[in-house]
Every structure is written in structure tokens, then in C-alpha cells.
């Protein structure tokens, strides 16, 4: 489902240079749960952006879904993202004047179809993580795990091949952040491949293998169960 073939990302500031990324490759198999752990500034982000067309790498190859991601033109690559991944952040990234239903249904809506098809969706997307008596509520109404299961619903709501999340607990207590977690794993068991950077390691233990970076490479890899 992902190759990803000496990534190397580095930044310039002036004349500095920084390397984040140093000449990752590995590779995810179609329905797998990976959890990419490590540091403070190992490059864990970095990576996630990368796979998941967020970013560009310096140099290297990224294959998704059997695609050459490299060749892609930036509209290809938008069209990749909207049609084949999804996205989970530790901000929630829902928008305050719409509902629940309406956040969700965004997503469907930019692919093209209808509004009244996208808000059917976007209920069972909701309904899929728990959430299907709060369709009509606002981003305020709401708790910040239940706002973290509409950012869910709306990464699923268009059936994405891969799933990435970049610190889905960062804001979320310990007993909200398990539940999220949970939601994950019973995802996971259905067939959803999820690449997900945490820095918690109960958490990351839910997945089926854990990928350590540091300093920019690939120090570990492991599977759990």
C-alpha cells in the first residue's frame, strides 16, 4: 500500500541547511496499523507529511496505492488525496460555523456530488464512529473527543485507501484519547490501513507494528503482536 524509497527532507533557512528526514524507506502493507514513534523532533511529522502527499520530499519515491506519486501533477495529486487518503490532525481541523454533519459532508461535497448526497453520507460516517445523535450539533456544542471523532468521520466518510493521523490524542485526556485509539483499532480490524505518529506509547501499542525514528532514520521496527 506504501513504499517509500530513501526519503530525504530538508529544510533551508538562509544559508542553513536542515535535514529532517536522512534516507527513510520502508514499506506498509495493504490493511496494516502502523504507529510511527519517537522524539521531539525526530521527524515523525515530516515522514507523515510526506506519505501522505501533504509535502514533496527533497529527494526519494513514495508509491501509494500502486501509484508513482512522483509523477503526479499538483492537481493529480489533490485529486489522490480527496479520492484515496485521509486525514486525521491533533487540532481537530473542524470548521466552528458549520455542524457536525456539514463538516463531514464538506469532504463528499468536493469531490463533486450533491449536498443532499454528501449529508446522507456524512450521517453514516457519523454514525460509524458513535456519533449519530449529534449530526445537527456545532463544533461548540460538542466535547473535543467528540469533535476528534467528526475529524474521523469526515477522513472515512470518502472510503480512503490509507488513513494517516499526525498526533490524534495530543489534545484529548487519557480516557478520551482511548476511546479515539479504540475507534482506531476497531478500524483497523476491518480492513482500514492507518499510519499514525504518536509520541505515546500506550497508544501506539494498539497499533500492529511501531516504527521508531531518530535524528531523521528509522532506528527500530518492530511488529507488537
Do not use: C, W
Amino acid at each position: 500500500m506504501i513504499k517509500a524509497t530513501n526519503i530525504i527532507k530538508s529544510f533551508h533557512d538562509g544559508e542553513r541547511e536542515q535535514i529532517v528526514l536522512r534516507g527513510i524507506s520502508f514499506e506498509v502493507a495493504d490493511g496494516e496499523f502502523v504507529a510511527v514513534m519517537g522524539r521531539s523532533g525526530a521527524g515523525k511529522s515530516t515522514l507523515l507529511y510526506q506519505l501522505s502527499l501533504l509535502d514533496h520530499p527533497t529527494s526519494g519515491t513514495i508509491m501509494l496505492d500502486n501509484t508513482e506519486t512522483s509523477t503526479l501533477t499538483h492537481e493529480e495529486r489533490t485529486r489522490f488525496r480527496l479520492e484515496r487518503l485521509g486525514y486525521v490532525f491533533q487540532d481537530y481541523a473542524v470548521m466552528p460555523d458549520l455542524t457536525a454533519a456539514e463538516n463531514v459532508a464538506v469532504t463528499v461535497m468536493m469531490r463533486g456530488e450533491s449536498k443532499s448526497s454528501a449529508l446522507g453520507k456524512a450521517a453514516l460516517a457519523l454514525e460509524r464512529v458513535g456519533l449519530g445523535g449529534r449530526l445537527h450539533h456545532l463544533p461548540s456544542q460538542l466535547s473535543g473527543g467528540e469533535q476528534q471523532r467528526v475529524s474521523i468521520a469526515r477522513a472515512l466518510v470518502n472510503n480512503p485507501r490509507i488513513l494517516f493521523a499526525d498526533e490524534p490524542t495530543a489534545n484529548l485526556d487519557s480516557e478520551t484519547g482511548s476511546h479515539v485509539i479504540s475507534l482506531f483499532k476497531e478500524l483497523n480490524e476491518k480492513g482500514q490501513t492507518i499510519v499514525m505518529v504518536t509520541h505515546e506509547e500506550e497508544y501506539g501499542n494498539f497499533a500492529g507494528r511501531v516504527v521508531t525514528l531518530s535524528d531523521g532514520l528509522i532506528v527500530s521496527d518492530k511488529k507488537i503482536k
